[in-house]
């Protein structure tokens, strides 16, 4: 009943402080966006330096992001990289969520901890430790050892957010499958999956972004075959400033867009599914 009253009109001085919370907000969304955005016309500009105002409009950048010999291996890199680093840090973040949030045991703080460390360590120290780790396995310089890095970096976001559906999930129905005589694998796969693939699929996502915008560790392990997108950027920001980059940057832009599309998108998904429980 309350639900369907009308809501008492605002006083002036609730209005103004609306209005001053709406106006500061966007001020400071516009600040931290505005270096972003300042990027994306620059990747139309038919001059050879970034500079205001634009001399033309031109798709020279992009013309010379998809035919270059140097723009489309890392891009192919990233790729491979990515893909292949966010699939092991699925299933593993996937089963580790899983075994965590069933198992009773006194070290289970700890071993959150240890898994959550990549995140909360910082890149440069994470990227060193690998570094010596893997050069006594001579895996520094391999697409194996880049992948592995990668996988490690991405597998605590994949633990956040299924740990978090799992949270919500009604164990009985596991149990029930059981009952019924279904294996442990067929129930996680037409029980459990089913309910908590928007979980798993964020953070596959989230791990995903993490590796296509790695670039320390990418510097430390990977080897000239391996020279990913981010590490060609930083590359080529010392070295020499082409106006290319800023095609490249507006493709990650867009990525990353459409990954926080996709994100929120799965957000509602998961909302839907708890609220028709």
Known sequence: MAADLPSAPRTVSERFGLAVAWTSTSLVLLFLLAPILAIIPLSFSSGSFLTYPLPGWSLRWYEELLSSEKWLPALRNSLIVGLSSTLLATVLGTLAA????RARF?????????LMSPMIVPVVITAIGVYFAFAPLRLTGTYTGLIIAHTALGAPFVV???????????????RAASSLGAPPLVA??????????????SGALFAFATSFDEVVVALMIAGPEQRTLP????????????PAITAVATVLIVTSVLLLLCLEMLRRRSAQLAGGR
């Open 98 to 101: 899983m075994g965590l949030t």
């Open 106 to 114: 006194p070290m289970k703080p700890l071993v959150m901890a240890l």
């Open 160 to 174: 956040i957010t299924v740990s978090a559906t799992l949270s919500q999930f009604d164990s009985s129905l596991a």
């Open 188 to 201: 996680f796969r037409r029980v459990i999956l089913p309910i908590i693939v928007p979980g798993v699929a």
């Open 231 to 242: 590490r060609e950027m930083f590359i080529g920001i010392r070295e020499s400033i082409n």
